[in-house]
Nanobody, 126 residues
């Protein structure tokens, strides 16, 4: 099993920045990729970004491309999401996720990720 714990959420004004962290523990060697998803009230969970642990390949949702950067520190088993130029529509609970299946490469659908963190709230005020 893999355990994931997010941190770094909070309240920020529009145009500001936040960095989310996700620390993984347990059988982290089985993880192929890690990702971030978010869910706003009344909306479905949506993909934000993902990164492969070995190659460092990344993929982003169009809505965050150019503003968010995903990275990973394998020595610390921790991934990060640097969020710049935040907008009110970025307000959501952000979830860290881990995928152990490398067959499909980086995926954007939440049901492909086997392990999830508890979520951290990000609120962007206008």
């Amino acid at each position: 099993q893999v355990q994931l714990v997010e941190s770094g959420g909070g309240l920020v004004q529009a145009g500001g920045s936040l960095r989310l962290s996700c620390a993984a523990s347990g059988r982290t060697f089985i993880v192929y990729a890690m990702g971030w998803f978010r869910q706003a009230p009344g909306k479905e969970r949506e993909f934000v970004a993902a990164i492969s642990r070995s190659e460092g390949s990344t993929t982003y949702a169009d809505s965050v491309k150019g503003r968010f950067t995903i990275s990973i520190d394998n020595a610390k088993s921790t991934q990060y999401l640097q969020m710049n130029n935040l907008k009110p529509e970025d307000t959501a609970v952000y979830y860290c996720a881990a995928d152990r299946n490398a067959e499909l490469g980086l995926v954007r659908t939440h049901n492909e990720y086997e392990y999830w963190g508890q979520g951290t709230q990000v609120t962007v005020s206008s």
